[in-house]
Each structure stands twice: as C-alpha cells, then as structure tokens.
C-alpha cells in the first residue's frame, strides 16, 4: 500500500527563523505528483507547492522551496523567513495513479514572535 | 471567482439521525472528492466524482454513508444512522480534470458532531 509518512508531530521556530518539514513516501511508480498543503486554524486547506517527479529540478514558490529525493522518495518542505501567518498544520500528500491524494498525518508549525 | 463552499459549516445531530451534506465545486471543475478529517488528524479519502463516470466509493467506510452528484455540479454526502465516531470535519474538494495540475481546490468543511 502506498504511504506518506511525516515524522515530526509538531514543530516550533522564532519569526524569521528556516524551518524544514521532512515527508517520505512509498510507491512503486515512475511517474506522480507531490503536494505540500497548508491547513490554518480556519480550517481551510490550501496549496502550498507542488512538485511533478519527473522534472528534478526542486519546485519553489518565493519563500517556500522542496528537497525532493527521488530514489530516497523524499521531499521535504523548506520555509525561509517564517512568518507568523505560517502558523498551521502541514501536510504532504502523493497523488496516486488512480489521482486519489494519499495523505501524511500532518506536522503542526507554530511561528513564535 | 467563487471557490468550493459547504453547508452548513457546523452540524450537531443525534445518534441514530440521517445527515445531509453539501458541496458547491468550483463552476467546471470535473472531478469532485470527499475527505473525512478526525480532530487531529490527516485526511481520509471518502468518495471521487469524475465528470460522467462512475464514482469511486472505495474510501467510504459503511454502508451508512453515501454520494452524489447531480448535473455534475453539487454534491451531497449522506449519513444515515449517525454514529458518534462519525464525529469529524468532512472536506470536499474539487479539480479542473484529470489532466492539468491535479490540483485540488478546497471548501472549508462541515463539522459534524454526533451526540
């Protein structure tokens, strides 16, 4: 089965202060999507970057950039010069060859003043 | 333009009580998911509406829950017989199509309560 797996719960950094967000995942494809979503206390999911596996250049979105390691079937998020609007839960899905989005259980940010 | 939105925003109900919630996509977005986040939690895949074809109904966890689409527009979620486990944040999502970005466009969800 495929799985995406984020291993850090919860994560706390001062304002403008780097933070990387680590994800791996399994799948026995060539070729798929990978997604970075933001949830704030909204509630409302959006999308932070994405990254197709077949291009190997690392897909960046001004301050937001990915790590992705293909033959390590990582990719990881990068937030440079946090802000406390990045305050949220983070998750990092792979979409499947059926275009189902398989989910991580999230990484909780919290951007301290 | 208008994104994705859903009614109600909050649903208490009681156990044993059928539940209806909807989902306005995104005017000619073609595909059409239904997630199924507990407090906490990532996201769990419910249902997928793909223009004309047959919905995917493998995430549906019972026979209680069901979906459809009507026009290829909205959607509504069914819920009979609540449970209190079905107590979460039901999420719906929409795309443009299959090819493209496959991107998927979010609403803000319904919390359901069962009591």
């Known amino acids: 089965a495929q799985t995406v797996t984020q291993s850090q719960p919860e994560m706390s950094v001062q304002e403008a202060e780097t933070v990387t967000l680590s994800c791996t995942y399994d799948t026995s494809e060539s070729n798929y999507y990978l997604f970075w979503y933001k949830q704030p206390p909204s509630r409302q999911m959006i999308l932070v970057i994405r990254q197709e596996a077949y291009k190997q250049q690392n897909a960046t979105e001004n301050r937001f950039s990915v790590n992705f390691q293909k033959a390590a079937k990582s990719f990881s998020l990068k937030i440079s010069d946090s802000q406390l609007g990045d305050t949220a839960m983070y998750f990092c899905a792979h979409m499947d060859s059926n275009y189902q989005l398989i989910w991580g259980a999230g990484t909780k940010l919290i951007i301290k003043p | 333009g208008a994104g994705v939105s859903q009614s109600p925003s909050n649903k208490v109900t009681e156990k044993g009580k059928d539940v209806e919630l909807r989902c306005d996509p995104i005017?000619?977005?073609?595909?059409l998911y239904w997630y199924r986040q507990s407090l906490g939690q990532g996201l769990e895949f419910l249902i997928y509406f793909q223009g004309n074809s047959a919905p995917d109904k493998s995430g549906l966890p019972s026979d209680r829950f069901s979906a459809e689409r009507t026009g290829g527009s909205v959607s509504t979620l069914t819920i009979q017989r609540t449970q209190q486990e079905d107590s979460a944040v039901y999420l719906c999502?929409?795309?443009?199509?299959?090819?493209?970005?496959?991107?998927?466009?979010f609403g803000p969800g319904t919390r359901l309560t069962v009591t």
């Open positions: 999502a929409s795309s443009p199509d299959r090819g493209g970005s496959y991107e998927q466009y």
């Open positions: 005017s000619g977005h073609t595909a």
